[in-house]
């Protein structure tokens, strides 16, 4: 364990690494038109500057938080960092559309390890919960870059420049990089040829799967690309099985999957993300849209929305053992009933209420699905399973785009639609996840990793 003084430095370093990634990961989505005048692009091809990122960054996950269990969580969080400072500053000064596309696959890279190795790092300075508490308290972070990326870019964009985004990023991740601080030693034994295999297949079919998401409602879910897409998906997962059991050291260790908890907890956080996405791409837009506010009062309006979603990391983190998943399932619930408030609202004043109540509760679901895994499982697999949960939480994201409906454009009445899908999917997974919980009993804890 370390000391308090030390704890809070890096805390506050994963907090801040975190809100870097949250914040690039949805603040280019309105900065879009500005770049395509500027690189000279539009439509699908400009889809790709978010695409790049999500699609490096969810792929790579899984596969980073196991190395971060073998060659140490501060080394390698330290090193993605820098190589995300690297990576910005080429999205900042790219002159054309396919080098930004290029520099922001790069960027989501360097960003696939932060989350995991992060997490994982927290872990291993502190016991059950002071580590549950931090956990949330980092996410609180992060949360601020996912609420109010959307917003913060496109008011960068009108008042400086889209390039003013990406130069934002270079001060907050070196900053972290200071407060994480030297790097422990490395940890456990180097990967095996079977466990090479198997990272390299998973991490393929996690991009053709990521890909496919993507561009499935673009090409066509019947097309020869995503058809492809799909056979690639099922071929790696299928080599990666093989790999898994073909004996010795194992990616993923099958007791993680074992956990009735981890496993309850991560699908109640995946399907929160999922709304999660809707909710932050749908309320900006209807603000400025719908409601006919300017970027920068939008911006103030959705300061409530947004402290919602912060505010729910630390709070998660103060919820144990076997209260979170009544709690996880909640959240979802009460979600439910405010998406569809927000969908029927007739006032201004009764959209924001609802939004940031809904904000609130998925942001409580979704941190609860990192702090309470998290405090479930000992430190040695603590990167694994963080990696495992951010992998489906950030694919869960990409079927919160295909809620807001055929190539995620808007209108009045698409966007009130998007709502009330993501609240309906949130009712489902309550409903199922209650009555999956009631027909299995109480899970049987997990045992230690050696």
């Known amino acids: 364990m370390s000391s308090g003084a030390t704890v809070r430095r890096v805390l506050t370093g994963v907090g801040l690494a975190a809100l870097c990634i949250q914040f690039d990961a949805f603040a280019v989505n309105l900065v879009l038109p500005r770049i395509g005048r500027d690189l000279g692009g539009s439509g699908d091809h400009l889809g790709w500057v978010v695409s790049a990122y999500l699609l490096a960054c969810g792929s790579l996950m899984l596969g980073a938080g196991r190395l971060g269990d073998l060659v140490g969580h501060g080394r390698l ?46 872990s291993h300075r502190l016991p059950p919960g002071p580590r549950q508490r931090a956990t949330g308290l980092a996410l609180g972070i992060g949360g601020l870059g996912t609420a109010c990326g959307p917003l913060v870019g496109g008011v960068l964009a009108q008042t400086l420049s889209w390039r003013a985004v990406f130069w934002l990023d270079l001060p907050c991740a070196l900053v972290a990089v200071w407060l994480v601080g030297p790097s422990p030693a490395p940890r456990g034994r180097p990967l095996s040829a079977a466990n090479r295999v198997g990272l390299a297949s998973v991490t393929v079919a996690l991009a053709a799967l ?70 932050l791409l749908v309320v900006p837009w209807t603000l400025q849209e719908v409601w006919g506010l300017s970027p920068l009062t939008a911006a103030a309006a959705f300061l409530a929305p947004a402290a919602g979603l912060a505010l729910a990391g630390p709070v998660a983190g103060l919820i144990r053992g076997a209260a ?112 999956g919980r009631l027909a299995t009993g109480r899970p049987r804890p997990t045992a230690a990793a050696p």
């Open 324 to 435: 979170a998943f009544p709690a996880a399932v909640a959240g979802l619930a009460a979600a439910a009933a405010l998406l569809g408030a927000a969908a029927g609202a007739v006032s201004l004043p009764v959209y924001l209420t609802a939004a940031a109540g809904a904000t609130t509760a998925l942001g409580l679901t979704n941190a609860l699905a990192m702090t309470a895994t998290q405090a479930l499982l000992p430190p040695a697999v603590a990167g694994e399973a963080a990696g495992l949960t951010k992998t489906v939480l950030t694919m869960a994201a990409g079927l919160g785009v295909l809620l807001i409906g055929p190539g995620g454009r808007l209108t009045r009445v698409l966007a009130a639609h998007a709502l009330g899908r993501a609240g309906l999917a949130c009712l489902v997974a309550a409903l199922l996840l209650t009555a």
């Open 210 to 279: 990521a890909l496919l998401l993507d561009r499935g409602p673009v090409w066509g879910w019947g097309s020869a690309g995503s058809c492809g897409l799909l056979v690639a998906g099922v071929l790696g997962f299928g080599r990666f099985l093989a790999a898994e059991r073909s004996g010795g050291d194992r990616l993923l260790r099958p007791e993680l999957l074992r956990q009735g908890r981890f496993t309850v907890l991560t699908a109640a956080g995946a399907t929160a993300n999922a709304a999660t996405v809707v909710v």
């Open 77 to 122: 969080l330290r090193a993605a960092l820098i190589g995300f400072v690297g990576a910005s500053a080429l999205c900042a000064l790219a002159p054309t559309l396919p080098l930004l596309v290029v520099a922001r696959a790069v960027q989501g890279a360097a960003a696939a390890p932060v989350m995991p190795a992060g997490l994982a790092l927290l």
